[in-house]
């Protein structure tokens, strides 16, 4: 009796193809998802640019002392001391999504300094930002509105000013959604 080894395991080589040929399926499969996946990969990230300004009345520092607490590039927290001019500007950037904004703290000088009857308290605050993609806001706001506040109401003008900010968060495709109460904290 011939013995046929082919024949006696026919059943083992027809096992043995199939699992061969879903394992081959099974790599180009995993293959191509990878290929598909780093091609996405050549995206490049959007990032955005910001103009922070904050516009003061003429004889605004006669009578308050400032402080003003902003994002800088990518996020970090800065502050900045600003006591004189008519004007405070900032140009920061970063990479999306982020946070953009500033927050002002103003106190009144003392009483002895306040020499003037009336101050021109008039402030406002604007941010201008734009997007690597073409995505961009232009926006201000009123800080004070006051352009003739009287010596006696300067310190309770200030103190409802102060404290409050301005700002954006941006999402990564550039979006803009008005957030005025961002973390300010250093």
Do not use: H
């Amino acid at each position: 009796m011939e013995y046929d080894f082919y024949k006696s395991n026919n059943k083992y080589f027809t096992t043995m193809k199939k699992t061969l040929f879903y394992l081959a399926a099974l790599v180009c499969c995993i293959a191509t998802g990878l290929a598909f996946t780093s091609c996405g990969d050549d995206e490049p990230d959007v990032t955005a640019n910001a103009t922070y300004s904050i516009t003061f009345g003429e004889n605004f520092f006669d009578a308050v002392d400032g402080v003003v607490i902003y994002y800088k590039d990518n996020g970090k927290i800065k502050f900045e001391t600003v006591n004189s001019g008519t004007s405070w500007q900032k140009s920061v950037s970063g990479k999306l999504p982020s946070e953009f904004g500033f927050q002002w703290n103003f106190q009144a000088k003392d009483a002895e300094s306040l020499t003037m009857e009336v101050y021109n308290l008039f402030t406002t605050g604007t941010i201008v930002m734009s997007t690597s993609n073409g995505a961009g806001v232009t926006q201000s706001t009123p800080i004070i509105s006051n352009a003739a506040t009287k010596k006696s109401d300067v310190v309770k003008t200030i103190q409802n000013a102060s404290g409050k900010s301005f700002g954006y968060k941006v999402s990564s495709r550039g979006d803009a959604t008005r957030s005025d109460n961002l973390d300010y904290k250093l």
